[in-house]
């Protein structure tokens, strides 16, 4: 089945503890994206790749660091949490770029910083 | 200022009735998508756009770039269409993987 899986889907955890949240597709898309969406503000992107080793940052991108070393992964990391990351998080990948193709979303992963 | 500007914030319609979902930006853009947001919070992809109108089912999308601003209709509305709708738009002038997205509009159909 085609799809872009995130783990783990449910995170808590503590200010400073370093964590990562993966995301996998498995239909060999060259886009890849990380959203975070929170009440009120909506969603608001991350970072995105556009192909192997091309990442660029979103328009919140501070706090978070990503890497695409292999095209089907592309894992969001947050090397010091704080209470303002918590939110919900959507990974996304698309055949091409969003100007050309349709985006495919992940479940989500509901990260709470204590 | 938002660059992506979604009316109503909230719709509640009786089933079976015909429903337009507004989207309006103020950038130039390359694409338009449009987003199902279901109760549960899966996101799912409903059309993208850069030109005219598309349809698929009971849904129809359409964007006029130059009044730079799109509509989403439902038509023959049923419950299971309650979900929050997402506008995004690609800007013409910046990144071309960088998507900004409206607030988002929450339909509720009653049967």
């Known amino acids: 089945e085609a799809q872009v899986t995130q783990n783990p889907r449910y995170l808590i955890t503590v200010t400073g503890k370093k964590l990562t949240v993966t995301c996998s597709q498995n239909?060999?898309?060259?886009?890849m994206s990380w959203y975070r969406q929170d009440p009120g503000l909506g969603l608001r992107q991350i970072y995105y790749s556009m192909n192997v080793e091309v990442t660029d940052k979103g328009d919140v991108p501070e706090g978070y660091k990503v890497s695409r070393k292999e095209k089907r992964n592309f894992p969001l990391i947050l090397e010091s949490p704080s209470p303002n990351q918590t939110s919900l998080y959507f990974c996304?990948?698309?055949?091409?770029?969003?100007?050309?193709?349709?985006?495919?979303f992940g479940p989500g992963t509901r990260l709470t910083v204590l | 200022k938002n660059e992506v500007e979604q009316s109503p914030q909230n719709l509640t319609a009786q089933e079976g009735e015909f429903i337009t979902i507004n989207c309006s930006y103020s950038v130039g853009i390359s694409a338009l998508h449009w987003l199902q947001q279901h109760p549960g919070g899966g996101i799912v992809s409903l059309f993208m756009?850069?030109?005219g109108k598309k349809k698929h089912g009971r849904l129809i999308a359409t964007i006029n770039i130059q009044e730079k601003h799109s509509s989403l209709h439902i038509t023959a509305s049923h419950p299971r269409d309650s979900a929050v709708y997402i506008c995004?738009?690609?800007?013409?002038?910046?990144?071309?993987?960088?998507?900004?997205f409206g607030k988002g509009t929450k339909l509720s159909v009653k049967p």
């Open positions: 995004a738009v690609l800007d013409y002038g910046g990144s071309q993987g960088n998507l900004i």
């Open positions: 996304a990948s698309s055949f091409g770029e969003p100007r050309v193709s349709e985006q495919f």
């Open positions: 756009l850069s030109s």
């Open positions: 239909m060999n898309h060259e886009y």
